[in-house]
């Protein structure tokens, strides 16, 4: 979630026109691009997945952020998906089966990226050994 | 030894210093490639190009003749550029089936009667689901699909004069 949501949605939207580059892709026409689901809970699951899904053609913002048409395209495959049933992982699984791992900001764990949860244990365990070294040493 | 060790951390730091500078240097790469090269076209039925065409189907692929799948929209500047290469292809004897995304009938008419058509057949794909599907991630975009409907090859952005004979060389290749 960004700070102040309003804001960058307003900002978004005057800069919006002034980027693109015709009328014909200005905005998603998705019925569910910008339409929350009727459902509460779905609607929360649905929200809370596009929070972690990286625009495409904006490459640094979630889906849940951006106003580019892809990412409102989008929006509505995550949410007819899951009004379908789909879990949030099975929409986060399509998504990964096209564009790879980086169209996912919660990255899983793989031959790649087994260091990213195993350094900050092992840092850690070795902070508590040094710890554990220098108080019992001063107990003495 | 005591202060060698102590040095460490501070070596480390300049470690990842060294390798951040070095790739601030180096070329960003921000294309997402699809990753369905290899797997079946994702199945599809869309509008045509105008309300009375025929729809488009993914049906039509698996009959033998690869194809090329042609992204893209009317609004898509490099589209225009590319225009002048699909139609080269087109007369090398390569059906071009083209998705426009986000587009509209009158938009696809004129955008052919000024920069030519080389299309086999259009589709309208308003939401992008079947782009999605691909796994492409702009337009315009290029995809060699073989005979049995595999996806073969994806060409990301505008089709330059110099990649003319790859891309045919790629359906060449998936017959």
């Known amino acids: ?140 | 030894m005591k202060k060698l060790w102590l040095i460490i951390p501070l070596m480390l730091f300049a470690l990842f210093l060294g390798v951040a500078a070095y790739q601030l240097t180096q070329p960003r790469d921000t294309l997402v490639r699809s990753t369905m090269i290899g797997k079946p076209l994702p199945a599809f039925d869309l509008p045509g190009a105008t309300d009375d065409a025929p729809r488009v189907a993914s049906g039509m692929f698996a009959d033998g003749q690869p194809r090329l799948l042609n992204v893209w929209a009317t609004w898509c500047v490099p589209c225009i550029a590319e225009a002048p290469q699909l139609e080269e292809l087109a007369k090398r004897g390569v059906p071009i089936v083209g998705i426009a995304i986000r587009d509209e009938p009158e938009a696809i008419a004129q955008f052919l009667e000024q920069y030519g058509d080389p299309y086999a057949a259009i589709a309208r794909d308003d939401i992008a689901e079947v782009q999605l599907a691909l796994g492409s991630s702009g337009v315009p975009e290029t995809f060699v699909i073989d005979g049995k409907g595999i996806i073969r090859h994806q060409h990301i952005g505008d089709i330059r004069e110099s990649d003319v004979d790859e891309i045919y060389a790629k359906w060449e290749a998936a017959k």
């Open chain 1, 1 to 140: 979630m960004t700070p102040f949501p309003l804001l960058a949605a307003a900002m978004l939207s005057l800069s919006a026109p002034i980027a693109g580059p015709a009328a014909g892709q200005m905005t998603s026409s998705a019925p569910l691009a910008n339409t929350q689901l009727a459902d509460a809970q779905q609607e929360a699951s649905a929200q809370a997945l596009m929070e972690e899904l990286r625009c495409l053609t904006c490459q640094s913002q979630s889906i849940a952020d951006s106003n580019a048409p892809m990412a409102g395209d989008m929006r509505h495959q995550v949410r007819s998906r899951i009004a379908a049933g789909e879990s949030p992982e099975q929409v986060r699984a399509w998504l990964v089966e096209r564009y790879g791992d980086y169209v996912s900001y919660r990255p899983g764990l793989d031959s790649a990226t087994w260091p990213l949860f195993a350094l900050p244990v092992l840092f850690l365990l070795v902070a508590g050994a040094i710890l554990f070294r220098r108080l019992g040493r001063r107990g003495e």
